[in-house]
């Protein structure tokens, strides 16, 4: 398995507007993480081949490859089923962070509708010993806080 590239953040997302705003917040939370922003699912998997990051924030709604598909590939393959990744996606439906959470993602984030709460959200994910902890499995981040995720996996 490759080593994990220390401060590299890779976020797969489709939306230009939202790759830019999660990159000007990034710099700010943790200015020694470099990013990289994939559009879609193969870009990602094909990027992936190559580097490991530290931490990728997967959307789920993406073109060529969704999330859940990209994730299913990743959780497969031996050089990247310990990649820590983050589904962030738009969706607060429990079915699909319940989906997420069963092919193995390490944490469901839903997109932020304010910056403040995006700077927060990095800033927890990132800066946060324990985000990785078993008991975060077990929650959910939304408005700007972990929320418990009480649906049975």
Known sequence: MQMPLANLVILADDDQDHGTLFERILKGVAPS????VVRDGEELLRLLAVVTPE????????????GIQCLQEIRKSENLKDIKVVVYSSSSRMSDIRRSYIH?????????FHTEHLHNALDNVLNKESWQAAALKNHYYINNRFVPFTAPL
Do not use: E, G, Q, S
């Not at 993480?33 to 990289?36: D, E, I």
């Not at 931490?55 to 969704?66: E, Q, W």
């Open 104 to 112: 193995k993602a390490d944490l469901y984030m839903v997109k932020p």
């Open 33 to 36: 993480k470099t990013l990289t």
């Open 55 to 66: 931490i990728l924030f997967l959307d789920l709604n993406m073109p060529c490859k969704n």
